[in-house]
Structures are given as C-alpha cells and as structure tokens.
C-alpha cells in the first residue's frame, strides 16, 4: 500500500520560501507510469493544483505559480519536493502531495497546513 | 485554460435519497475527468476516473457519465457516510483544474 507523507515548516514568513517535501513509502517512486503532484486547499475553500514531477525529472506547472514554484524529485529518497517562493497570505493552505496515475490522483498525503505570516 | 463548473455548489439531501451532480468542462475533455469525495479534515478520495470507472474499493451506488463537455456524478441512495464535498477534476491537459466543489449537505 503506497503511502505518502508531507513534511516541513508550518509557518513561513511572507516574502520567504515554502520549502516542503514528501516521502514515498510502500512502493518505488521510480516505478510505473506515475506523475508526482503538490495540490493546495485555503481554509474552507477548493482545491487549486499547484503541479507535478515526473520521475525523469519533467515537470508541469499551474501558470498561476508557475513564476514561484519549483518541484524536485530525489529517487534515491523516494521524495519529491516543492518549493513556493516570495510567499503571501494568500499562500496559506493545507498542503497536499499526491500520486497522479493516468485516471486521476489515487494516494493522497494527510496535507500539512502552512501559515504565512511574521 | 480549461474551466470546470459544478451545480450545485450546495445539496440538501436526505438519506436514501438519489443524488446527481453536474461538471461541466469549458472545452472538450473527452472523458478525461475524475470525480473525488472529500469529508472535512481529510485528503480527498478519487471515487471515479475516465468519467464512468468506478475505483477499486468505491461502492457501487456511486456511478459516473458523461463525455465532451457535460459529466453527471450520481449517488444512487444517499448513505449517512456521504455527507460530503464532491469535486470533479480534468485530466485532458497537463494544467488539472478542479471544480469548485459541491457540498451535500443532510436535509
């Protein structure tokens, strides 16, 4: 049973960098055809992806983010990581990573909430 | 950017009662759309996949349809456990937008 876990600060100053990573357990990150993925969710509001890595090291970006994030992957881990530069207000949310099949996101980590704020 | 928009946004139901949901995509999506359950404080469930596929482990009263542009998602029976938040999300392009949600609430 694959099983994914983030990690990393809880508060992040603004302007600083949302730095959190996510670790793969019960299975290899390398293998299958799977996409790694970092999804976000405001405090009672919708889910926003934010974007994914494949193990090959491509990746894709929502536009909106794309300016201040960077995901990595680090196979001898099984992590993958994601960073959010120059963070706001606006950048608080539960944090999600995520296994991206060909269908839709089957394994989800718990989420870990970020607060911005000095 | 493809757009999704659920109706409702909010449902009143009560249990045993048949439920629909509506996605509808701003483009043609094929069937490339996924439709999950959220419950407050917990990561979300893909609960169907390629619009009808229903994921293992999911029961069988959830059911999903639709392709192109319009996508239903039904609860046959409305159980006490899906008092929840349904989202629908795309898959057609590499940017995978969610609908906004659609809360079912207990009548």
């Known amino acids: 049973q694959v099983q994914l876990q983030e990690s990393g600060p809880g508060l992040v100053k603004p302007s600083q960098t949302l730095s959190l990573t996510c670790t793969v357990s019960?299975?290899?990150?390398?293998?299958?055809?799977?996409?790694w993925s970092w999804i976000r969710q405001p405090a009672g509001k919708g889910l926003e992806w934010i974007g994914r890595?494949?193990?090959?090291?491509?990746?894709n970006y929502n536009p909106s983010l794309k300016s201040r994030v960077t995901i990595s992957v680090d196979t001898s881990k099984n992590q993958f990581s994601l960073k959010l530069s120059s963070v706001t207000a606006a950048d608080t949310a539960v944090y999600y990573c995520?296994?991206?099949?060909?269908?839709?996101?089957?394994?989800w980590g718990q989420g870990t909430l970020v607060t911005v704020s000095s | 950017d493809i757009q999704l928009t659920q109706s409702p946004s909010f449902l009143s139901a009560s249990v045993g009662d048949r439920v629909t949901i509506t996605c509808r995509a701003s483009?043609?999506?094929?069937?490339?759309l996924a439709w999950y359950q959220q419950k407050p404080g917990k990561a979300p469930k893909l609960l169907i996949y390629?619009?009808?596929t229903l994921q293992s482990g999911v029961p069988s009263r959830f059911s999903g349809s639709g392709s192109g542009t319009e996508f239903t998602l039904t609860i046959s029976s409305l159980q006490p456990e899906d008092f929840a938040t349904y989202y629908c999300?795309?898959?057609?392009?590499?940017?995978?937008?969610f609908g906004q949600g659609t809360k079912v609430e207990i009548k």
């Open positions: 995520a296994r991206d099949k060909v269908g839709g996101i089957d394994y």
């Open positions: 019960g299975g290899s990150i390398s293998s299958g055809s799977y996409y």
């Open positions: 890595i494949y193990t090959s090291g491509s990746t």
């Open positions: 483009q043609g999506i094929s069937s490339y």
């Open positions: 390629a619009a009808s």
């Open positions: 999300q795309q898959l057609n392009s590499y940017l995978r937008t």
